[in-house]
């Protein structure tokens, strides 16, 4: 009986052993009622989920400018999808209903800022944002927003075109670039004020036409806009147009056998043989020209090497490519001239 009673009481000190060392052993993270880090689903990705929530709008910076100036509207639970985000301005000084609406074009990731540009037709007063999130479109009251008469300094790009061979016509030229302000904005032509033609232009894109007494003039003509601001008179880098004469054949003639020399009224670019043929040949018999280069001492000129040989007394005919131009890029307009074959 004692050893029995010995045995039992032997089994339950290894007992209470055992459940004590479980215990101690066990990871405090293997207890259900602890919870773990991403057990209320927020975050886990890394930040690409957009915010949920109202939005909270806390200033718009600037709070004041011109139109199609650009601002930053802060605060928080905002879109970091620029399109997503909206800003309403007034249509008339002293409305209080905001319903211009600018979407932003910009936004932080984290939803903390969208930009926009400010509308032409904005008025000072109140504004409204709209924010489309996950849970729903939300729309919160915004601060004032004064709009003022500031205006960008304008953008002038290349001019399209750049160079112009003089003509009695008029030429259209555009412009890609911003700041251009319809009815506000100035154009000036080497300083004289000359027409912009709004019905074609935009913020982004000035078109104007060079009259023909321009256009028939050769010479560089310097372009600029201005446009008058509460910050003084706001004027583009200039661009220059230039017009420059065109080119004539003057004449051709046979100077050794196999070889014709042509002259025109001016310095030509650099001569290959794709720009020049003689009437009567085809392209198997690669125009008649083995080669084309420029004499030594002579920029105005040009000689061919033929690829066949000529019967004297018989008339033939060079023409030169319309895509061959000055050396200063000046368009051909006569391109045509006849030589006589002849003994040598």
Known sequence: MGMRRWIFALLGVLALSLVACGDSEKPDGDDPGVGGAGGDGVGGAGGSEEPGGPPVVESI???RGGPAFRIRIKGKNLSPVGPKNSIFFVATEGSDRPTIEAKGVAADSGGTWFETDVPFTAKTGP???TVDSPDGRYSVEGPVFTVTDDRLTPVLGQLNPSLITAAEKSVEVSSQGNGFYK???????????HPIDWSKSTFTRLVFTLPPSMANTPG??????????PQGMLQSFPQVLKVVPPLNLLEAELIGQGFVRLR???????PEKRYFRIDGFNRRQNYGVRRAFRPAGYMDRVDLELNFATEPGKTYKVVVQPDYTSMVGGAIVER?????GKEF
């Open 264 to 270: 025109f009224d001016q310095p030509v670019a650099s």
């Open 220 to 229: 560089d003509y310097r372009v600029v806009v201005r446009t008058p601001s």
């Open 127 to 129: 504004t409204l944002i």
């Open 61 to 63: 910076d600037p709070d």
């Open 336 to 340: 045509e001239a006849q030589f006589e």
């Open 183 to 193: 009815d506000h904005s100035l154009l000036f032509i080497n300083d004289v004020e």
